[in-house]
């Protein structure tokens, strides 16, 4: 119960991202893309809190299905994303891939309430 509430919570934190970094290639402020920056870097810290949430209450990994494999790839790319950040230091990248890590998540979370599931 605990890792859906961190991973709704950071798909929300993720959709906020995305929409602070595309503010921030409207008005071309540094200081809001390092708000986004921050935010991704806090989406990212809840989304592996919902992974080890998941992990403690399934007493084993979580990832065998389509929800897990999903939240795992945007995860992936959100640390990818952030550590090309800190290297190259070029936030307008973040624009790019914050709404795809969103739309991932997006449909992980409509796998995570069965919205995939065939009966």
């Known amino acids: 119960m605990m890792g859906i509430v961190l991973f709704k919570t950071a798909l929300a934190v993720y959709l906020v991202c995305a929409v602070v970094y595309g503010a921030s290639l409207w008005v071309r402020r540094v200081l809001t ?63 790019f891939v914050s709404p795809v890590i969103c739309l991932i998540m997006v449909v992980a979370s409509v796998e995570l309430g069965g919205g995939g599931r065939r009966t």
């Open 33 to 95: 893309a390092r708000f986004a920056t921050w935010l991704m870097v806090a989406a990212l810290v809840i989304h592996t809190s919902s992974f080890a949430s998941r992990w403690l209450t399934a007493g084993m990994s979580p990832a065998v299905g389509i929800h897990d494999a999903l939240s795992f790839f945007a995860w992936v790319m959100a640390a990818a994303y952030l550590a090309l950040q800190l290297k190259t230091k070029t936030r307008v990248l973040g624009a």
